[in-house]
């Protein structure tokens, strides 16, 4: 199925929690996969689905992080951007809430963003933790098939996306 989207599931066969715990119980994991949208290089609508303003809060902070010669952005300085966002500057309106849980939270696990790195902060004379883009290690060219293929094409389309 090239250029639709294709469901690719993997149902776990895991254990039920234990009752009266709280614990919801295991559901299969589903993936939606479109060729055509990893392969145009748009990590973003890959990662967050058709969520547009998700995407759009996402852009504004890997413009802001890029405009920082270290790809990066400090803890102050990323609670005010969220909070810019939840107020509607730069044209998108975006809760302070969502941006750290869906936005930020996704991007940390996923390995795309790295937290509580040390850079030399010209202006306080002394090194800060920030939150820094990570560009992925991927080869040249592309593996011959199957998930590692799949791997390399959203690491490929992130490292565009970021030195574009």
């Not at 599931?9 to 254990?15: D, F, N, R, V």
């Not at 890959?46 to 790809?71: C, E, H, Q, W, Y």
């Not at 400090?74 to 869906?102: C, I, P, W």
């Not at 996704?106 to 883009?133: C, H, I, P």
Request: charged residues 25%; positive net charge.
């Amino acid at each position: 199925m090239s250029g639709g989207f294709r469901k690719l599931e993997c149902a776990a066969q895991l254990p039920s929690p234990p009752r009266g715990t709280g614990a919801m119980p295991a559901k299969s994991v589903k993936l939606w996969w479109s060729d055509k949208v990893v392969a145009s290089g748009d990590v973003l609508t890959f990662l967050f689905g058709d969520r547009k303003d998700t995407v759009a809060a996402a852009n504004l902070m890997i413009s802001r992080m890029k405009a920082n010669p270290n790809l990066s952005m400090s803890k102050r300085e990323m609670r005010f951007f969220a909070k810019e966002l939840q107020d509607g500057k730069g044209g998108v309106k975006y809760s302070y809430h969502n941006f750290y849980t869906k936005l930020l939270k996704k991007l940390l696990e996923m390995g795309f963003v790295d937290r509580n790195v040390l850079v030399w902060d010209q202006k306080r004379k002394k090194t800060a933790s920030v939150y820094q883009l990570k560009l992925q290690p991927v080869a040249d060219r592309a593996p011959q098939g199957g998930f590692v293929k799949h791997a390399w094409h959203i690491a490929k389309g992130w490292n565009d996306l970021i030195q574009k």
